[in-house]
């Protein structure tokens, strides 16, 4: 086996709510809402069955972070390691039918808020994180926000991160590392989107590296996008190439793009998006083999520019 289980995280977004933003390859089944958290509570235990002591999630997931919670008590382990985040309110109630799923808001009341539940994930939380940080909500220029997660990372030993989104991810990082709060470096951890298609972050993985700081990978499916689709004809060669490499390897499509991301920029975790325990083991297979050199070159040369992927990303719908 390939070292990668320890590097594999679990994503909770699917199964804390029925719906995400993503090209679903097939139809959602019809759950009630205890068979869903029953669902998401067996891929858990999967997971951990198969040495995944990493987990991230968040209060906009939906049931995610309340099942976490639980889940993680029931197993009193202290290798589990819990990522979360606040500054999203899921909104849609299960209905999948709504207009709005989720509500950002990086104001100190939202912070304080969501941290009442949040701190049940201690002692295994080891990452709180802004989720979704932007130049245009003002989260790292607000001195109250950032004054009370200085406090939060001092007082139960914890590592304050963002997540990014958007076309501009680097500059928004960049941004992150000169925060400073007396003094302090506020941010220890980079939750960011990188897959084939946007390979943006490797401009500055390699600072975060020599800062040692800890780049966590997510959306490296590009949200469905690089499972071969007629509606993105400009992507031919790339689903070409993929289904290559997936058949030289015997595995599928999904473990060629998360070995991509671990071979080529060496993260310390990469989320697995996985909603059942299919997606998983399929997801796992990634431990089974290595892209050589050659192939991680011939990937990389098939990335889009930011711009355009996000400008796609966009119109993608909750599905």
């Known amino acids: 086996m390939i070292k990668t289980h320890e590097l594999i995280g679990i994503g909770t977004a699917a199964i804390g709510r029925p719906q995400y933003i993503n090209i679903r390859q097939e139809e959602i089944e019809t759950l009630t809402i205890e068979s869903f958290k029953k669902k998401g509570w067996d891929l858990l235990e999967l997971a951990y069955q198969q040495g995944i002591r990493y987990f991230d999630t968040a209060p906009g997931y939906g049931l995610a972070e309340e099942l976490l919670i639980d889940w993680a008590l029931s197993k009193n382990d202290p290798l589990i390691e819990v990522a979360t985040k606040w500054g999203y309110t899921y909104t849609a109630n299960f209905d999948p ?8 808001e990086h104001s100190i009341s939202k912070l ?13 939380l080891k990452i709180y994180q802004i989720h979704s940080a932007t130049f245009e909500s003002g989260v790292l220029e607000n001195k ?21 989104t958007g076309h501009n991810q680097v500059d928004v990082i960049k941004k992150a590392l000169e925060v400073r709060v ?25 600072v975060l590296k ?15 996008r690089l499972f071969p689709n007629q509606a993105y004809p400009q992507y031919k060669q790339l689903y070409t190439f993929l289904q290559k490499l997936a058949n030289k390897y015997q595995v599928g499509i999904d473990a060629i793009a998360l070995r991509f991301c671990i071979d080529s920029i060496d993260p310390y975790k990469i989320l697995s998006g996985a909603a059942n ?37 966009k119109k993608l719908s909750w599905n």
Not at 182 to 206: C, G, K, R
Request: charged share 25%.
């Open 97 to 104: 039918k709504a207009i709005q799923h989720e509500i950002k």
């Open 112 to 124: 304080n808020e969501q941290w009442v539940k949040s701190k049940q994930l201690l002692p295994n």
């Open 144 to 164: 109250t926000v950032l004054q009370k997660l200085l406090a939060l990372k001092k007082e139960h030993n914890i590592e304050i991160g963002i997540t990014t």
């Open 182 to 206: 007396d003094e302090y470096s506020i941010f220890d951890a980079f939750q960011v989107t990188y897959n084939i298609l946007d390979q943006s972050i490797t401009d500055i993985a390699q």
């Open 210 to 224: 020599e800062q040692n700081k800890k780049l966590i990978i997510k959306e490296a499916m590009a949200n469905g």
């Open 277 to 313: 325990k299919a997606h998983l083991n399929d997801n796992l297979k990634t431990a089974t083999f290595q892209l050589s050199l050659e192939e991680i070159e011939l990937l990389s040369a098939l990335k889009t520019r930011p711009e355009n992927y996000w400008i796609e990303r």
